[in-house]
């Protein structure tokens, strides 16, 4: 039987200094101490090693640990965190692998680790979550399928000026073309900016905003001056439904790091603020990873648009088939000398009215259907549901040619575009 429990350590020093002092053999002890030799030895063997401190019991933990990390390794990765606290584990173990390849770095959930032992993982709050709604982004399977557009919400520098920040970014990739502070979120800064974009990186099939202004407005088909220049640059104006932001999810969730990596705490000044939204576009852009995109960098999944943007804006062309007029300064056009409004936002555009029924027409922009017209009422009504931009009418030829080249069998968007 093993020792008693009442005189374990007192029964290995005896049987070791017996043994030592050669009284007896190491199987006559053994058998008076009821243990075997394998342990009469085990112990000889600690006694010799550290004397009688040797034969206390040892802790069941692991001495040591082959596979625990450099300590020099670890410190790599707690400096990358302080330096960048909004990024998580995996986004952390990808750019140390880029930055040091010959190194080999800890896993993941290493790493998620090593960041709550020292206090530097903040536990994400947990959120009430919606179904996604992902009808709005089918069509983002290319670069320069959708572009999306919007502000940021307004804040104030330490010196008290407001920053208003339009952004524009690639659904696909989430390259973000330009973050940038304006003195208003009108019309005329809001072409400048997109038009700088578009000489950059050509244009994009769709651009996808909110009905916020200058994107829309209450006009005919929730039309702005913006809009039509998009529409007769041949890009359709795509608008999510009003109070659903997650229809434009992947611009709102850089908005979110947005805000945390540049906006909050604000800078001193605009021009320091502008130098922030630089810096941050620069590193969202071409340093750090982005898991939807398998842990690349949204720079080496996009590429230009090869849509260049037009040295002249071509006006919209009709077939025969429709009745073209041209809207006057006060938003009306004439039908059998008889003024009916549709909208200021057209104005000196040409409109095509194409028959439908006896008395009835489809008014377009160019491609673009935007309303129905009662020639006897001399009304324009709201468009009707099931009218595409490229449906039965196109394959007949019916309708007016596009402004610039568009894939005719795929759609970009479930959603009305206009």
Not at 286 to 292: F, I, Q
Request: charged share 30%; net charge positive.
């Amino acid at each position: 039987m093993p020792w008693k429990a009442s005189s374990v350590m007192e029964a290995r020093v005896r049987l070791v200094l017996e043994y030592e002092q050669g009284e007896a053999t190491m199987t006559e002890l053994c058998r008076a101490y009821e243990v075997s030799r394998e342990t009469g030895y085990y112990w000889l063997r600690r006694y010799r090693v550290g004397g009688v401190e040797g034969l206390r019991d040892l802790g069941r933990a692991a001495q040591r640990h082959p596979n625990q990390t450099a300590a020099e390794v670890e410190q790599q990765v707690l400096e990358m965190r302080r330096a960048h606290m909004r990024w998580g584990p995996r986004k952390l173990k990808r750019v140390l692998e880029r930055e040091s390849p010959e190194q080999r770095w800890p896993a993941a959930s290493t790493i998620g680790e090593m960041l709550r032992r020292e206090g530097l993982a903040v536990p994400a709050a947990k959120r009430r979550r919606t179904q996604p709604y992902t009808q709005p982004f089918a069509a983002a399977d290319a670069p320069n399928r959708v572009w999306c557009a919007d502000f940021k919400g307004w804040f104030r520098t330490q010196d008290g000026e407001r920053i208003d920040a339009l952004t524009l970014s690639d659904a696909y990739s989430r390259y973000l073309l330009r973050c940038q502070a304006v003195e208003k979120a009108d019309h005329e800064r809001v072409r400048a900016i997109c038009e700088a974009a578009f000489r950059e990186y050509g244009m994009p099939e769709a651009m996808r905003s909110d009905n916020g202004a200058p994107f829309a407005s209450r006009a005919v088909a929730g039309l702005s001056r913006l809009a039509v220049w998009w529409m007769k640059l041949g890009i359709v104006p795509e608008r999510i439904a009003p109070g659903h932001p997650e229809q434009n999810g992947r611009h709102e969730r850089m908005h979110r790091t947005l805000k945390q990596e540049a906006a909050s705490p604000a800078a001193a000044n605009r021009r320091a603020q502008q130098k922030a939204f630089d810096r941050f576009r620069q590193e969202y852009n071409h340093v750090r990873p982005h898991e939807a995109l398998g842990m690349q960098t949204p720079a080496a999944c996009y590429q230009a648009s090869s849509r260049e943007y037009p040295a002249r804006l071509r006006e919209p062309e009709y077939g025969s088939a429709l009745h073209v007029r041209r809207v006057q300064q006060h938003g009306e056009f004439y039908w059998k000398h008889q003024p009916v409004f549709l909208s200021e936002v057209l104005w000196n555009e040409r409109i095509g009215f194409l028959p439908v029924e006896e008395r009835g027409y489809i008014v377009f922009f160019g491609r673009f259907p935007l309303a129905r017209f009662d020639s006897h009422q001399l009304k324009v009504l709201p468009l009707p549901d099931g009218i595409d931009f490229y449906g039965d009418e196109a394959e007949e030829g019916e309708l007016p040619p596009s402004p610039a080249p568009h894939p005719q069998n795929q759609e970009l968007s479930g959603m009305r575009p206009v």
